[in-house]
């Protein structure tokens, strides 16, 4: 698999920036987009045609992970194309504005393959429903937590990933319970836990220090790097 960082910006996307967006391809030529925040669809413009994924993973309907499928839409409307989306199928209204034609929306829980990538979800504690999501092929799996305000459930979930794309939202002097994310310091936790081989902190906010959040997960597990629009990883 190979893993293009679309957008990773928290809450809203920074100038040029993109909210929650990552690119998955697969080495047979499939691909996944994991979210669709604010900012994404330009982005993953510039790279394919969007309506040649296999699908698109929305981990939760929050605005930052999942508004430019509004656009995505029309661009599907126009061009006569028609994609499957995996949702938590709640009472969003970003959800009820996504009904129709273009999109053929599933449960998320439902599914367990994307082109050729094994995949599963496991949901997380965050302010409405939310997943996490695995993808694996030949012997290589990546996480993504999508939001998250706990990760003790996520361990076993994580066991082992070869990468592990994780929430990291706060700095741990201003973290604190009410939150719904985690920070650096949980983040990194949750690495060292689940025994991961690479840790790539991200949902940082614009208003947000990117650096000293990854000095902040470093302390406590080396293998970290901050998500960037653009970053590619190969596993
Ligand atoms: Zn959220």
């Not at 929050?62 to 949702?87: E, F, G, P, W």
């Not at 994307?114 to 012997?139: C, D, K, W």
């Not at 947000?208 to 970290?224: C, I, K, P, Q, W």
């Amino acid at each position: 698999m190979e893993l293009t960082v679309i957008g990773c910006d928290g809450a809203y996307p920074g100038a040029n920036g993109a909210c929650s967006g990552y690119l998955v391809r697969s080495r047979s030529g499939g691909s996944v987009l994991l979210d669709c925040g604010s900012g994404v669809l330009s982005k993953l413009m510039a790279l394919m045609d969007p309506a040649l994924l296999d699908a698109i993973v929305i981990t939760h309907w929050h605005n930052d992970h999942a508004s430019d499928l509004l656009v995505l839409r029309y661009y599907l409307l126009i061009h006569q194309k028609k994609l499957t989306i995996y949702a938590p199928l709640d009472d969003s209204p970003l959800l009820q504005l996504c009904r129709g034609e273009e999109f053929d929306i599933k449960d998320i829980a439902q599914v367990n393959v994307i082109g050729s990538m094994a995949v599963s979800v496991q949901s997380v504690a965050h302010s409405v429903p939310a997943y996490a999501v695995r993808l694996t092929e030949n012997g290589k799996s990546l996480v993504y937590t999508g939001d998250t305000d706990r990760w003790k459930n996520l361990t076993d979930f994580c066991r082992q990933a070869d990468l592990l794309i994780c929430d990291a939202s706060f700095s741990t002097d201003q973290w604190h319970e009410k939150l719904p994310h985690l920070s650096a310091q949980q983040a990194a936790m949750l690495a060292r836990e689940a025994q991961v081989k690479g840790l790539m902190i991200t949902h940082c906010p614009p208003t947000g220090d990117r650096h000293s959040l990854l000095r902040e997960a470093r302390a406590v597990f080396a293998d970290s790097v901050s998500a960037a629009p653009g970053l590619r990883l190969a596993l």
